[in-house]
Structure formats: structure tokens, C-alpha cells
Nanobody, 123 residues
Framework: QVQLVESGGGLVQPGGSLRLACAAS????????MGWYRQVPGSQREFIAA???????KYADSVKGRFTISRNVLKNTLYLQMNSLKPEDTAVYYC?????????????????WGQGTQVTVSS
């Protein structure tokens, strides 16, 4: 099993920045692709970004150019740098991981999920 724990959420003003982190533990050798989703009440989880074990990244159009995903393999940690935040970025952000290597696995139903961290963008 893999455990994922997110941190770094909070309240930020529009135009501000936050960096989320996701620490992985457990059977980390089994992790292939990792990524981020977000969800607002009453809506489905929305894919945000993915980072494969080979270093390939993919972003949702809504965050492209503003968010950057990165991965520190030595620290078993995934990051999401969020800049130029907008009120519509307000959501619970979830870290996800899958045993498969490719982006398709992250776009489907990843094997593992964190508990989520709240991001609120408001003045």
C-alpha cells in the first residue's frame, strides 16, 4: 500500500501563490505516475496535472502556464507550485498516484489518493 499526505493549502489573495506538497510513504517502489486533482462541492474531481516516472508532465488547460508540477524522487515528494491564483482555483486539492507508468493511468482512476488539502483564493 501507498500512503499520500498533502500539505501546503491555505487562504491566499487573488494573484498570490501557494506550493502544495504530497509526501508518499509505504510501497513507494510501486509508484509510477503521480498527479494532482481538485474538487469543489457538488462537482466531480477535476484533473490538474500529472508527472510520470519518466519526467513527462501534463496539465489541464485551466492551469497551464500558472501551475507547475514537480517531483523529488529522493524525498518521495510531489509538488504543485500554483501562481497567479484565481478565485475559481478554490477547491480541495488531492494528490494521486498509480502503479502504472503512463499518463493514461492518472487520467483514469488512480490507485491511491491522499486526504486532500483546502485551497481558498479570496480577498
Amino acid at each position: 500500500q501507498v500512503q499520500l499526505v498533502e500539505s501546503g493549502g491555505g487562504l491566499v489573495q487573488p494573484g498570490g501563490s501557494l506550493r502544495l506538497a504530497c509526501a508518499a510513504s509505504g510501497a513507494i517502489f510501486s509508484i509510477g505516475v503521480m498527479g494532482w486533482y481538485r474538487q469543489v462541492p457538488g462537482s466531480q474531481r477535476e484533473f490538474i496535472a500529472a508527472f510520470t516516472s519518466g519526467g513527462i508532465t501534463k496539465y489541464a488547460d485551466s492551469v497551464k502556464g500558472r501551475f507547475t508540477i514537480s517531483r523529488n524522487v529522493l524525498k518521495n515528494t510531489l509538488y504543485l507550485q500554483m501562481n497567479s491564483l484565481k478565485p475559481e482555483d478554490t477547491a480541495v486539492y488531492y494528490c494521486a498516484a498509480d502503479r502504472a507508468q503512463g499518463l493514461a493511468a492518472m487520467m483514469g482512476d488512480p490507485n491511491y489518493w491522499g486526504q486532500g488539502t483546502q485551497v481558498t483564493v479570496s480577498s
